[in-house]
């Protein structure tokens, strides 16, 4: 018998398992089932239950509705919730840690990320401005209770936290990325130092002085990128990774990233200030290339081309850091 859904499941799991994987072995794991058994599913003779279908899904991180062509304007997405503690969110890093690493394991990786605000691996290779965003997403963003009453204080929060973040940067730095920015890709985090200064809610004058000198030292790093063409490790080693980066006139309006690895193709979607929820959803990722397409080709390259403009438009955000500099200072 023919069986379409099921040839198209192990379609799928076959191009998201390692290499080095055994596709057959796994499902007998997961399924509990012979290799004879499972040898006949995938050469789709036998049709999965949908109790073992629902086992796959789960066990390889597939929504159903990947299946389903019939329902065309249906998006499942997935997302690591955020709780009202330092455990939920470590969580939420080490989920972090596990998406970037699962992309820079494929041979052919690229991301494409049009930027409403800093990417957060740029953060995350600065540990002063990483511990002031961990802590501002927390109190402000999460209402973690612990936080409530506390000013932010340099060096005084879970480095567990840091070293999750810091090895997320270390990942990022080995994929192949275009970015777009904006002149104002760069507000948000400045208004939450400006806020935090205001409110009074650094612990020491130095503390803000330290996060600001961090987020110049970014702005400089991605400066010195675009520069080369290739990325950057924390520590200043140049790698082999490519790097693009466009200047855009356009309003981006959230964060929106596109991942493409071999011929699977990825979608993550900010939302909630810093989280991103994902889907694999093939009509929705095809959407989401044309959008991105489209605000390229309205955009302008500055990354090893155009170096007046490049000079031009770091040079407005190193000044805009430096008012903040002057203010916090």
Known sequence: MNYPTQARLIEIIKK?????????????????????????????????????????CKHFDIPLESLNDLIVNLVSFKY??????????????????????????????????????IPVFHHFAFPKLSDFKFFYWRKTILNHAELQNQKFALGSHDETFLDLSMKASLAYAEVETTEIWTEETISSTIKQIRFYHEASLFAKKEDAIDVVEDLMQLILTVQRQCELGYKIRKGGAVTSMPYTFYMSDLMIGNNCVLVQTNDIRSSFIGFNTFNFMSTRNLAFNEQNELWMDNLISKSTQISKTAEKLRNQFFKMLIERVEELRKLVG
Request: aromatic fraction near 10%; charged fraction near 20%.
């Open 16 to 56: 998201q398992i390692p290499k080095n994987q055994s596709l057959p072995q796994e499902l007998c794991h997961v399924l509990g089932l012979t290799n004879d058994a499972v040898y006949r599913r995938i050469k789709c003779q036998t049709p999965f239950t949908l109790d073992e279908a629902a086992l796959i």
């Open 80 to 117: 690591q919730p955020s709780g009202p503690n330092g455990e939920s969110f470590r969580g939420y890093l080490e989920n972090f840690l596990k998406q970037i690493k699962g992309i820079a394991a494929y041979q052919n990786r690229h991301i494409y990320y049009a930027a409403e605000d």
